[in-house]
């Protein structure tokens, strides 16, 4: 599987974002995907993820703000009101049982 993510950029305090990632290669066997995020001297954080069924998860810190979706080899990430602490380098992921993999980061810079 690959993994092709797009739609980061810069945004204030407030605004929002939405960031795309496409999939391609085996994704019917694509069980979750879900956005990571990862900011200088931390470690990769979960985000949001999305299961085949279309069951979705949200690390606290942007749930009512961040909302998940996926769309046959799609998944997006739509990110509102967003908050200077939400800039980071987001990650797409996808998973097929034990297997992890990742498209390139998109950078999400937030500013006053």
């Known amino acids: 599987v690959q993994l092709q993510a797009s739609g980061g950029g810069s945004a204030q305090i407030g605004g929002s974002l939405r960031l795309s990632c496409a999939a391609s290669?085996?994704?019917?066997?694509?069980?979750?995907m879900s956005w990571y995020r990862q900011v200088p001297g931390k470690e990769r954080e979960l985000v949001a993820t999305?299961?085949?069924?279309?069951v979705t998860r949200y690390v606290e810190s942007v749930k009512g703000r961040f909302i998940i979706s996926r769309d046959k080899s799609m998944v997006y990430l739509r990110m509102n009101n967003l908050k200077q602490e939400d800039t980071a380098e987001y990650y797409c992921?996808?998973?097929?049982?034990?297997?992890?993999?990742w498209g390139q980061g998109t950078q999400v810079t937030v500013s006053s």
């Open positions: 999305v299961s085949r069924g279309g």
């Open positions: 290669g085996s994704t019917f066997e694509i069980d979750y």
């Open positions: 992921n996808a998973q097929i049982y034990g297997d992890h993999f």
